[in-house]
């Protein structure tokens, strides 16, 4: 029960309350956790991710069952593990993980409805959070490199593609033209709009010794005749300019972003916007 920590029944009740949209239609959020009825029984969840680390949080209230996953890693489903535990305690236990059929009309909304596989290669970003991902093709089936990783993509319904960690894709043509891959999460879609295969250079950029007084970290950007690297405490990375000023680094692992001559921004998954400075 989530009472017992939570405030008492009343609030209990409250968090498991699905939201509504103004239309009236409900959503699968609630009062801070994800509420959804999958085969007949009530699946209550939540997901975690930083830099490194993934996390599943599942309960099942009807069946007095929870399951908490927590990876010291970022290429693990934890979401695929919670439903292979709940399997072993209870089998036939509905699937926690965020993999339901989308709502072509949502689909629509975001734009004319495309084939994943006909998405021009090249540098997708977000413009939101200032983060990227990649489209590649091998055998004419699409191969997708966001967050450390470069994954294989599977049919999964019309215009939907699922990568193996559970990454739910689309691909649209959005008004005027512009073509975009759409990530569907559990609290929304994330669009990610086409800007090009990549820029000759890096305009924006200047190298040299630049540090975070955020994280304490001081980092070199240099460039070569083979482009530009980042040297971190961990090591080497190189980078290509997908924009003038944007440097993205392999797999889209993390991307720069030049705010001046003299500064420029760090983003990836859940460490946004983090502020590099020149060191003269």
Avoid at 73 to 96: M, W
Avoid at 117 to 134: E, F, M, T
Avoid at 153 to 172: E, H, M, N, P
Wanted: glycine share 12%; proline share 6%; with cysteine.
């Amino acid at each position: 029960s989530l009472a017992a920590t939570t405030g008492g029944k009343a609030l209990e009740v409250a968090r498991l309350v699905n939201g509504k949209l103004r239309s009236g239609r409900p959503v699968d959020y609630a009062g801070g956790l994800f509420v959804d009825n999958r085969q007949g029984e009530r699946v209550v969840s939540h997901s975690g991710l930083v830099v490194g680390n993934r996390a599943m949080d599942v309960l099942y209230p009807d069946s007095g069952m929870g399951i908490s996953v927590m990876c010291n890693r970022d290429d693990i489903a934890p979401a695929e593990r919670a439903r292979k535990i709940a399997l072993l305690v209870k089998p036939g236990a509905p699937d926690p993980g965020f993999d339901r059929a989308i709502d072509p009309a949502e689909m629509k909304r975001l734009g004319q409805i495309g084939d994943l596989r006909a998405a021009p290669d090249g540098y997708y970003r977000d413009p939101l959070y200032g983060q990227y991902l990649i489209v590649a093709h091998r055998d004419g089936e699409p191969i997708v490199s966001y967050n450390m990783r470069a994954e294989k993509v599977t049919r999964r319904q019309d215009g939907i593609y699922r990568a193996r960690r559970g990454v739910l894709l689309s691909y649209a043509i959005a008004r005027g033209g512009r073509a975009r891959v759409v990530q569907w999460t559990e609290s929304g879609p994330i669009l990610y709009n086409y800007v090009g295969t990549g820029a000759p250079g890096a305009k924006q950029f200047r190298p040299g010794r630049y540090r975070s007084d955020e994280l304490g970290v001081t980092v070199t950007l240099s460039r070569d005749s083979n482009g530009w690297t980042l040297n971190t405490p961990a090591g080497a990375v190189p980078l290509v300019a997908a924009l003038a000023d944007d440097l993205v680094a392999p797999n889209a692992a993390f991307s720069l972003h030049a705010t001046g001559p003299q500064s420029f921004t760090f983003h990836t998954v859940n460490l946004n916007r983090l502020m590099f400075r020149w060191l003269p």
